[in-house]
C-alpha cells in the first residue's frame, strides 16, 4: 500500500526558514517523479513544486521560485522541500505526492504557518 508521511513542518517567522520531508513507502520510490502542492485556508491545492525520478528535471512555481528547493534521496525514499525567505503567503498545509499534478495520493500533511 502506497503511504507518505510528511513532517517537519510548524512555525516561521517572515525571512526565515523550515524543511519540510516525506517519507515514502510501499512503492518503487525511485521510479517515480513526486511534486510538492500545498493548501492555504480556504483556498484549493497549489502545486509548489516537482522533481523527476533521478533529480535531473525539477521545476517551481513562481511564487516559489528562487526561494524553495526540491530534493530527493532514492536510497532513503524520501523528497525534501527547503523553503527559505519565507513569507506569510507561504502559510498552508503542506502535501508531498506522486506525480506531477494536485490530483495524486498525499500523506496527511505538514503544517506551516509564516507570522511574527
Known amino acids: 500500500q502506497k503511504q507518505l508521511v510528511e513532517s517537519g513542518g510548524g512555525l516561521a517567522q517572515p525571512g526565515g526558514s523550515l524543511r519540510i520531508s516525506c517519507a515514502a513507502s510501499?512503492?518503487?520510490?525511485?521510479?517515480?517523479?513526486m511534486s510538492w502542492v500545498r493548501q492555504a485556508p480556504g483556498k484549493g491545492l497549489e502545486w509548489v513544486s516537482g522533481?523527476?525520478?533521478?533529480?535531473?528535471?525539477?521545476y517551481y512555481a513562481d511564487s516559489v521560485k528562487d526561494r524553495f528547493t526540491i530534493s530527493r534521496d532514492n536510497a532513503k525514499n524520501t523528497v525534501s522541500l527547503q523553503m527559505n525567505s519565507l513569507k506569510p503567503e507561504d502559510t498552508a498545509l503542506y502535501y508531498c505526492?506522486?506525480?506531477w499534478g494536485v490530483g495524486g495520493r498525499k500523506g496527511q500533511g505538514t503544517q506551516v504557518i509564516v507570522s511574527s
Open positions: 505526492t506522486l506525480g
Open positions: 510501499g512503492f518503487t520510490f525511485s521510479s517515480v517523479s
Open positions: 522533481i523527476n525520478r533521478d533529480s535531473s528535471d525539477i
